[in-house]
C-alpha cells in the first residue's frame, strides 16, 4: 500500500515537472474568480481532455510495472533445492538462520522448523519435554523421517533421537534385548548377531529408528509373523504431563498396547525392550507365475512359507512370488544353476532404454547427456527410474517398461541365500507416492482369498481407466496384531491380513512433471479408494495415509477411522498424557481433531 502511495506521487510529480519544464511554460496567474467560477471552471471542455490524458498514462505506467513484475516472477530460475517445490509468492526471501529444513526420503513433505533436538541421554530427553510442556512449544517425534507422508514432520518443532542410539541390554536366555529408540534397525541387528539373535521380521529397508518403525505400525511379511508392533515386550515412554513411564503386559496394559501404535501422539518412546529369535540364514526362492495358478497354491504357499510376497506387473500376467525360509540343516542350501547370467537377464530393459532414449532425443524432449555413465553401470531399479523418467504419464510407454520388467523377473528366477536382515530387504527404486492398504483376509487354516479378488479388481481399475501404472504393486502378509490401533488389529489369535501397495516413481525433480505425477498418482489411489477400501474394509497404513484437503472427504475420513479404531480412547490417553499437544501436528490434528467441528 504504501509503494503504492509513494509510486503515484512520484507520478505527479513527473507530471508537474513536465508541465513546468520550458517546453511547457506555467500558465498565467488566475484571476479572481467570479461567484461560482471554480464550477464553471471544472465543467469545461479542455480541462476535460486534460484528466483523460492524466488517467491514460497513469493506466498506461501502471501496465508497464505490472507486465515488467510478472515477466521477472515467471522467468527468474528456480533454485536448485526447490524444483520440487509449488510456486509460492516471496519464495527467494532468505530464510532465518536458525530454521532447520527437514524432508522425508522421497521429498513429497518437507518443513522448515525453528526447533529440532536431539538429546544424548534419557535425561537430556526428559527435561527437554518438561520444558517444551511447560512453554507450549512443539516437540514433534520425526524418527528418521523415512515415512512417506512426513507423519513426524512439524513446524513447530522436533525431537529426533539419533544420539540415543545404544544397546542397553541383552537377555540371551529369553531372546530379549532392551535398546534406546533411536537404534536404527540395521545397527541394532548388526550388534545383536554376535549373541546368535536377530528380529522377527523386517521391513523393506533397514534405516528407520527402531521408535519409528514401531510407533507407525510397520510390517514385514510372512502370514504366521506379526507387524512389528507385536514384538514390544515392554516400553519406556516420556510423556509430557506424567513424565517418564513404563509400561507392559503386565503394567497398564491397555495403555501399553495403545501406546505401541500411538503414532508418535501419547509420548517419546525412548526405550523398548524387543523379543527376538534366533539367527538363522535364509534361503528365498523367486519364480514367475500367474493369477490362475497362485488361486490354485494360494493356501498351501501362505501356510508353507515362513516369509512369502507377491509382486504384480500391471498390464500383464506375470506376478513375481519371492518365499523366504529357514536353511534346512540337513540338506543345507538347495544346489541351482541359474539359467541366465546377470547381464542376460538385463538385455531386454537395456535395449529398451537405448531404443526409448533415441526415439525421445529425435523428438527434442530429453537432450544428450556428455556426462551420462555407461548403461551397464546401472541397477535394474535405476535403469527403470531413468526409462520412466523419459515419459512417466504416457500409458503405452509405462506398459512397455512393465513387459520389459516382467522379462527381467523371468530371467531371474532362482535361489538366493543369506541372513535375514541381507534377505528380507528390497529395492524400492527411487523416489516415489505409495499408498498401502491392510485388510482381513479370514484365518491362516481358512483363508478367504479377499487377497487375490481385491488384485483382479484393482487390475481391471488400472486397465479400464488406462492408468500410467508403473511395477510392482506389493502384496504382503502378517498375522494380527494387538495393538487397537494398528491396521492389523483383531481380537481373534489366527486372523491373517494382507497389505497392497501401489506406487507410482518421481523420476525427476523437474517441478512441473512432479506436479503432474502426483496429480496422476492422487488420482490412481483415489480410483482404488472409491471402488475398494470400504467392499474389502481396507484402511492405509499410518506412514503412507494423506490427509485430503476438501472438507467433506476429510470428514468421510474421519468418520471411517472412527469405525476401525478406538478413536474415543485414543484421544483420551492424548489429553491426559499431552494436554497441550506438544507432540502433535497438522495431520494428527486432522485425523483426529478435539471435536467433531474441522
Not at 47 to 74: D, N, P
Not at 287 to 301: A, W
Amino acid at each position: 500500500m504504501f509503494r503504492s502511495f509513494s509510486l503515484r506521487r512520484s507520478f505527479q510529480a513527473h507530471l508537474k515537472t513536465l508541465t513546468h519544464s520550458p517546453q511547457h511554460p506555467p500558465p498565467p496567474p488566475p484571476s479572481l474568480p467570479l461567484p461560482f467560477s471554480p464550477i464553471r471552471t471544472l465543467s469545461t471542455a479542455p480541462s476535460s481532455s486534460s484528466s483523460e490524458a492524466e488517467l491514460r498514462k497513469y493506466l498506461g505506467y501502471t501496465a508497464l510495472i505490472v507486465f515488467c513484475g510478472a515477466a521477472t516472477y515467471y522467468s527468474f530460475p528456480f533454485p536448485e533445492n526447490a524444483k520440487h517445490k509449488k510456486a509460492q509468492l516471496f519464495r527467494y526471501a532468505p530464510l532465518p538462520e536458525d530454521l532447520h529444513t527437514v524432508s522425508n526420503w522421497s521429498g513429497t513433505h518437507e518443513v522448515q522448523t525453528r526447533h529440532f533436538h536431539q538429546p544424548e541421554n534419557l535425561k537430556q530427553l526428559e527435561e527437554l519435554v518438561k520444558e517444551s510442556n511447560e512453554k507450549r512449544a512443539k516437540l514433534r517425534p520425526v524418527g528418521s523421517g523415512l515415512s512417506p507422508n512426513g507423519i513426524g514432520l512439524a513446524r513447530g518443532g522436533m525431537v529426533n533421537l539419533a544420539l540415543m542410539d545404544k544397546v542397553l541390554e541383552v537377555d540371551k536366555e529369553k531372546k530379549r534385548v532392551r535398546v534406546q529408540a533411536g537404534i536404527r534397525v540395521q545397527q541394532l541387528v548388526d550388534e545383536i548377531k554376535d549373541y546368535g539373535l536377530t528380529l522377527q521380521n523386517f521391513a523393506s529397508i533397514r534405516e528407520q529408528q527402531i521408535g519409528g518403525i514401531l510407533q507407525v505400525g510397520a510390517h514385514g511379511t510372512g502370514a504366521k509373523l506379526p507387524p512389528i508392533d507385536e514384538q514390544i515386550v515392554s516400553m519406556k515412554l516420556v510423556t509430557p504431563a506424567k513424565g517418564t513411564i513404563e509400561l507392559s503386559k503386565e503394567k497398564d496394559p491397555e495403555l501399553f498396547y495403545l501406546a505401541r501404535c500411538g503414532l508418535g501422539g501419547l509420548g517419546v518412546v525412548a526405550e523398548v525392550t524387543i523379543q527376538c529369535v534366533e539367527r538363522q540364514e535364509l534361503v528365498e526362492h523367486t519364480t514367475v507365475s500367474n493369477l490362475k495358478d497362485l488361486k490354485k497354491n494360494h493356501k498351501k504357499m501362505l501356510s508353507e512359507n515362513k516369509h512369502v510376497k507377491y509382486l504384480y506387473i500391471p498390464y500383464t500376467d506375470t506376478v513375481v512370488v519371492v518365499t523366504c525360509n529357514h536353511v534346512s540343516k540337513r540338506r543345507g542350501p538347495p544346489k541351482f544353476k541359474p539359467k541366465y547370467s546377470k547381464d542376460e537377464a538385463m538385455q531386454e530393459i537395456r535395449e529398451l532404454y537405448k531404443e526409448s532414449l533415441k526415439k525421445y532425443r529425435a523428438r527434442e524432449i530429453t537432450p544428450p547427456d556428455s556426462n551420462e555413465p555407461d548403461i551397464n553401470e546401472f541397477s535394474f531399479t535405476e535403469l527403470r527410474d531413468k526409462l520412466l523418467s523419459l515419459d512417466p504419464l504416457n500409458k503405452d510407454h509405462v506398459v512397455k517398461v512393465n513387459h520389459a520388467e516382467a522379462e527381467f523377473w523371468r530371467k531371474s528366477e532362482g535361489y538366493r541365500v543369506g541372513w535375514s536382515d541381507e534377505i528380507l530387504g528390497f529395492d524400492c527404486g527411487g523416489q516415489q507416492w505409495v499408498s498401502e492398504t491392510c485388510f482381513p483376509v479370514g484365518t491362516l487354516s481358512k483363508p478367504s482369498m479377499k487377497d487375490l479378488e481385491y488384485i483382479e479388481e484393482l487390475k481391471k481399475l488400472i486397465e479400464k481407466n488406462e492408468i500410467p501404472a508403473p511395477a510392482p504393486i506389493e502384496q504382503r502378509w502378517t498375522a494380527r496384531s494387538q495393538s487397537p490401533m494398528s491396521p492389523a488389529s483383531s481380537s481373534a489369535e489366527d486372523d491373517i491380513f494382507s497389505w497392497v501397495g501401489i506406487i507410482m516413481y518421481l523420476p525427476t525433480m523437474d517441478a512441473r512433471q512432479r506436479k503432474d505425477i502426483t496429480e496422476e498418482f492422487f488420482h490412481y489411489r483415489r480410483l482404488i479408494q472409491s471402488q475398494l477400501w470400504d467392499k474389502y474394509s481396507a484402511y492405509e497404513h499410518w506412514a503412507k495415509i494423506e490427509v485430503p484437503k476438501d472438507k467433506e472427504e476429510l470428514e468421510a475420513l474421519q468418520a471411517r477411522l472412527k469405525n476401525r479404531f478406538p478413536v474415543d480412547a485414543y484421544k483420551k490417553a492424548r489429553k491426559e498424557l499431552d494436554p497441550n499437544r506438544i507432540l502433535s501436528n497438522n495431520l494428527l490434528e486432522k485425523l483426529f481433531p478435539l471435536s467433531d467441528n474441522i
